[in-house]
RNA sequence: CUGACGGAACGCGCGGCCGCGCAGUAUCAUGCCGAAAGGUUUUACUGUGAGGAAAGUCCGGGCUUCACAGGGCAGGAUAACGGAUAACGUCCGCCGACGGCUUCCCCCAAGGGUUGCCGCCCGGGAAAGUGCAACAGAGAUAUACCGCCGUCUUACGAGACGGUAAGGGUGGAAAGGCGAGGUAAGAGCUCACCGGCUCCCCGGGUGACCGGGGAGCCCUGUAAACCCUAUCCGAAGCAACACCGUAUGCAGGUCGGUCUGCCCGGCCUAUACCUGCGGGUGGCGCGGGGAUCUCCCCCGGAGCCGUGGGGUAACUCACGGCAAAGAUAGAUGGUCGCGGGAAAGGGUAACACCUUUUUACAGAACCCGGCUUACAGUUUCGGCAGCAGC
RNA sequence: GGAGAAGUACUCAAGUAGGCCGAAGAGGCGCCCCUGCUAAGGGUGUAGGUCGGGUAACCGGCGCGAGAGUUCGAAUCUCUCCUUCUCCG
């Protein structure tokens, strides 16, 4: 499942200002409903709805090289999250790394992300790939 | 064998599963988004995918634009000499200063000369001019505090005037050093030797310079203070710029722009430019920006490697061969296993072996040549030191 | 990605044609007055960081982002790094 990143800088700041926020130990993440999700539905051939993810990683956590691989890191966990779990679509998400995700592995950060995910009540209930049971062990 | 130093090279490997960017082919499919320019989705296969520093942005270029005559002033950079190079503040060689070790000589010693090697130096000019040199010291570019000597006065304690840079003390620096003559006492005042500077002659070298001889002179330091001399320099930078598409209000100002500052001069333009306020995040735009695919042309790019010639070397010439990033909130990853290297612990006579930990610095963003800085570990070369053996 | 600017006590900062400079001034701080007690206000004062020595008063070394260099001497001049901030389309 591919995703699309955003690129505008104002949409960052309405995420912040304007989306619901959950602070998990590694990351925080913002989800904000999308306006344009219709339209990027309809460009789709497929006519699926989408989340357009976009990942901030401050200088204060290291230099290119760190803050490349912690974004990597970043969107292994997501996919992960989506490969085993059905994520509500049609989302602006944005994607904090906190201090910790630094020496973290990419199923630490798939589990703060599910924990997020459900805390905000984007998971819905039939899990896809995933058992019952790894979802408590995440929460 | 070990150690530190300097130069050079390398800077983790293999596999399974899942995944990412780009290019190509096929496919969904005469689709979808957008006003347009244009962009883009699925799946499969094939190919390909970070560095020695990609970094800092400190120098030098290519490239692009500025409506390009030219000149002067200002400004900036470099600095022995010769060469290399597209160019450089880089590199090579060489000269000189300084430091270390060393050979030999003078020598009680201190020290001096000399031979060779290594290190190191933002190495022009201070006898063109100006400035600055705190404190200390009598005096800082010219001086008399103590002292020494002479004359005069004297109340015999000394005082006044003059001479003197040998001795004392200060300082980073005090009129070159030392000996003799000389003198009232002294002084390059005179002379010998040594040292330095300038000029001339001879010899060597492309040259800086070196060696020898002669004449004159003995002069503080600082140019990473101003400055002088020689040489070089237009500016801005891919967020440059070009093309396409869309939008383009209000008020004020000025003729405006131009190879930057100022002046002269030239050129271009006539609703162009500047300032303030308002509105809008406006195009997920294209190119710049990547050799290749059938042909042709240009070949890529100051590219690397090998062989041979030239050169002390940097480098260069000829021939042959080798290549494959191109993202755009920014692609190289995740996870598991095996192996390699290193360290620590256990173990051993020493290995072997076992366990644990660790595997640096760091990410292309238009492209090259350097410099500087960061860096776990490995290999190799060079001279040096130590230990052991012959 | 590119182009610039600045780092001085706890904070804001002056000092930069080299020298009585370890540092003007203000806030802060300490002490006193005022008040039943605070705040505000008034007066006054010294040290300022760190290391070493000393019972203490005090004395000495190093310290102007860090490290080299020039100079007799560097906060100031030169070079190389580090950090922070600004600008561009």
Redesign the pocket.
Known sequence: ??Y???????L?GKAYAKGKKCVAARVVVYVLRDYRAE?LR?????KRPINR????VT?KL?????R??V???L??GY??VD?ENVIAKGNLIVIVARSGSVT?????IAKDLKYAFRKLGMLSPISRGGSESECKTAK
Do not use: C, F, Q
């Not at 699309?4 to 104002?10: L, Q, V, W, Y």
């Not at 993810?53 to 901030?56: A, K």
């Open positions: 499942m591919k699309r990143a955003i690129g505008e800088n104002h960052y339209a309809r460009a789709d051939p497929l993810i976009g990942l901030t200088k290291g230099g290119a090289v760190v490349s691989r974004k990597r890191i969107r292994e996919r992960a490969r973290a592995k990419s199923t630490d």
